[in-house]
């Protein structure tokens, strides 16, 4: 039976997964985890520096420890990289350890939130909007199948994204805490 006291976000860069996550935490009373920030504490470097010194692959490795680290503990909210659904191995652990939410944004909006922030080692091209697009039509069928719900942050606010989790979360049957 899977344990629906974790929540885990996934979805595309942009998308707000840690600032959704780091509310919900609050919210639900919940221990808030983000994945790249795990990595980089972890490793003493930057994600785009893993990206420069061990490439996409390096990263997807030390990526799927994390994630199988965090997945195993409980009560917790986990904000995964955009990526991570692309290892079987991290999707096994997301969908057997938690409540999966996947949380979707268009490209224009993941264009405008990004589009300042440099430790996005996969924006780093002449065209990011392009890349977002071959990133989505990559990722989006994997975030649908691993997703136990959807929900839309790119036309709400965060506070609206957490009420609907929150609500989600609840209708799923999940406990608010350990008894």
Not at 91 to 114: H, N
Not at 134 to 140: A, G, H, K, P, S
């Amino acid at each position: 039976m899977r344990n629906r006291r974790n929540i885990f976000l996934i979805g595309p860069m942009g998308a707000g997964k840690t600032t959704v996550g780091r509310l919900l935490g609050r919210a639900l009373g919940l221990e808030f985890w983000d994945s790249d920030k795990e990595i980089e504490r972890r490793t003493g470097v930057t994600v785009p520096m893993i990206f420069e010194y061990e490439g996409e692959a390096g990263f997807r490795r030390r990526e799927s420890e994390v994630i199988a680290d965090l997945t195993g503990k409980e009560g917790i909210v986990l904000a995964t990289g955009g990526g991570s659904v692309l290892v079987p191995e991290n999707q096994e652990c997301l969908a057997a350890r938690g409540l999966v939410i996947y949380l979707q944004c268009s490209v224009q909006k993941q264009l405008e939130r990004t589009h300042k922030d440099i430790n996005r080692p996969l924006l780093q091209t002449e065209n990011p909007r392009q890349r977002l697009e071959e990133l989505l039509r990559v990722r989006d069928p994997i975030y649908r199948q691993l997703a136990d719900y959807i929900v839309d942050t790119g036309q709400h606010s965060s506070r609206s994204a957490v009420r609907r989790v929150i609500n989600l979360y609840e209708k799923s049957g999940a406990r608010l805490r350990a008894e």
